[in-house]
């Protein structure tokens, strides 16, 4: 018997969701986001991006309404546990509050749900709702091969490095991997753990602070001074 595995493209996840429901961050938050996303979207057109750790889903919603805008045929599949990072259950970070435990447990799930269909980009979207570790093996089973993957999971060495080789194995020949919080502050461990990938891998990465990102093809990316990506056919500096 054929073992049947995630059905990412079956109907949509949030059907009959009501944003009324749940907690939801305000209309419009995810309007704003990092300049390399619009050039790397215009440069691969790709057909799959996972996000690994999504949290709220700021990034997420923001890549969907670029594949609107650009008239792509792409889904974003979003692979969270959706419980918090060890930061998140610090009692005296905001995040924690950001949680909105009920009796005990994390219903961070539906305001990343609500804010997804209050930006109307739930036929993009796939929540996929386990460890990162799980994430991968599910998607290897089930057949996907993503043309970008989005890592902003764990922040310690050991976890990060290790986020990094599962989804790099998973890429295809022209895949490309990003990474959030480079060089970020506070965020050191997470730098070492993306430097000592790419030795690894012997492909150099292009960073900034806040973002790296690296192909397979080792395809040079370069920042220009805004964070944006000099990619050799579009305009620079944008």
């Known amino acids: 018997m054929k073992i049947q595995w995630f059905k990412w493209n079956a109907k949509p996840a949030f059907e009959g969701l009501n944003p009324a429901d749940y907690e939801h961050d305000p209309e419009g938050f995810w309007r704003h986001g990092d300049f ?17 750790g999504t949290y709220r889903g700021r990034t997420a919603i923001y890549l969907a309404s ?10 974003i599949i979003c692979v969270d546990t959706w419980v918090g990072s060890p930061e998140h ?8 509050w950001q949680l909105n435990l009920k009796h005990g447990y994390p219903t961070l799930y539906y305001t990343f749900a609500a804010n997804v269909v209050l930006a109307g980009v739930q036929d993009i979207i796939i929540p996929l709702p386990t460890t990162s570790e799980s994430g991968v093996y599910i ?24 986020d990094y080789r599962r989804y790099w194995d998973i890429l295809p020949p022209h895949g490309c991997l990003v990474g959030d919080d480079y060089m970020g502050s506070g965020w050191d461990d997470l730098t070492k753990a993306a430097n000592q990938f790419s030795s690894e891998v012997g492909i150099p990465l292009a960073g900034t602070v806040g973002k790296f990102i690296m192909t397979k093809d080792g395809k040079k990316y370069e920042f220009d001074e805004k964070g944006g990506l000099m990619v050799p056919h579009l305009p620079l500096g944008k």
Not at 89 to 96: A, Q, S
Not at 139 to 161: M, N, Q, R, T, W
Request: proline share 5%.
């Open 89 to 96: 259950w610090r009692t005296d970070h905001e995040e924690y």
């Open 139 to 162: 998607l290897s089973k089930a057949g996907v091969s993503p043309d970008i993957v989005f890592v902003d999971a764990a922040h310690e060495y050991e976890p990060a490095l290790s």
């Open 66 to 75: 670029l594949v609107k805008e650009l008239q792509l045929d792409t889904k």
């Open 36 to 52: 390399l996303w619009r050039d790397l979207l215009v440069d691969m057109r790709p057909k799959v991006i996972v996000e690994v």
